[in-house]
């Protein structure tokens, strides 16, 4: 059996003095900081990544960070390739084109590498995808800008699903069966940018009160008073604004809820997650297991049992960290 090329990067292996400046030198493709308030020698990462042809895939766990691609590191480095974030902890904010953009627990975020962004990150537990261009664009329908986009929902489930069982299986896949999985991968990504849709109908104030408010929720979803009144208070909008923004979503509740349902399909759904169902649905406000385990199956179509996984992972091969900087190099 040939293994796939696999590499580990553990910052806690350093000095703490080093590891923003170790991490930096491996991701060259983003400017790297910590946010306002976080000290760099707080700064910590465990990330695990894997080769497999066109197609590089990680799984990293890390404190609070800032990744920002400006438009000149952009044009200097001619990085040809998108980068497809899965957060499974924490939540992703910032801007594209300008424009605000927020992502939490559940939700698939694209990036295009050939055009800026800024994004802070709470504490993170993310799998990402760093996908060669062409075979993105044209799985995307046409005029679908993708840049930013943020699947949910249906889309986002979809694609969280496969990169989370492609995440499963790679420590022990067979380098053979790579050309398989890219594949299959990249052809779930038609259908789910079929399905995905930027929000309509909102002027461009309130499309800017709708990701201050969502990227309130996702940092916030364990909170017990996370409620219209909360929201409104902490983000300074009236209860008819933040009604107004939220109707294209069917309202707050019905969003705070399917936040909460979509980051605990996640907590599911990975393998170092040992706790009953019942206490997880509780840290999400879900009191009542009865009532948990309805919203779910009517969420998802399947109980909150089916979505545990069998979650066997064999050992794989350990490489240089500085391999991954050649792996996405390769993409571009």
């Given amino acids: 059996m040939t293994k796939i090329p696999y590499l580990r990067f553990d910052t806690a292996e350093l000095p703490a003095a080093e590891r923003l400046d170790r991490y930096r030198a491996i991701l060259t493709h983003y400017e790297v900081s910590v946010p306002e308030g976080t000290a760099s020698d707080d700064f910590e990462v465990l990330a695990e990544a894997w080769l497999l042809g066109g197609l590089v895939t990680a799984s990293t766990r890390m404190g609070p960070v800032r990744f920002t691609r400006s438009a000149a590191l952009a044009k200097a480095d001619g990085r040809n390739s998108f980068a497809l974030l899965l957060l499974r902890r924490g939540a992703w904010s910032g801007e ?71 995440r499963r299986r790679l420590p022990a896949m067979d380098a053979n069966e790579a050309p398989e999985a890219v594949q299959t991968t990249l052809g779930l990504l038609r259908g789910c940018f079929g399905m995905a849709a930027r929000p309509r109908g909102l002027a461009r104030r309130d499309i800017a009160i709708l990701h201050r ?67 997880i649905a509780a840290e999400f406000g879900f009191v009542s297991q009865a009532h948990f385990s309805r919203s779910f199956r009517q969420r998802f179509g399947y109980s909150p049992r089916a979505a545990r996984d069998s979650r066997d992972l064999a050992a794989a091969v350990d490489a240089s960290p500085e391999l991954f900087r050649e792996w996405i190099n390769q993409l571009g």
Wanted: glycine share 10%; with cysteine.
């Fill in 96 to 166: 594209v084109d300008g424009e605000p953009i927020s992502a939490g627990p559940g939700q698939v975020l694209v990036l295009d590498l050939t055009r800026p962004f800024d994004g802070i990150a709470t504490a993170t537990d993310t799998i990402s995808l760093d996908v060669e261009r062409d075979p993105i664009v044209s799985a995307a329908p046409d005029g679908l800008d993708l840049h930013g986009l943020v699947l949910d929902g249906a889309a986002g489930r979809v694609l969280a699903d496969q990169m989370g069982l492609l």
């Fill in 213 to 279: 408010a969502s990227r309130f929720i996702d940092q916030n979803l364990g909170r017990a008073d996370l409620s219209v009144a909360t929201i409104c208070r902490e983000i300074g909008v009236s209860r008819s604004v933040l009604y107004r923004v939220f109707a294209p979503l069917a309202g707050v509740a019905d969003y705070i809820r399917g936040r909460r349902l979509e980051a605990i399909h996640v907590l599911l759904d990975d393998a170092d997650e040992d706790r009953w169902n019942a206490e």
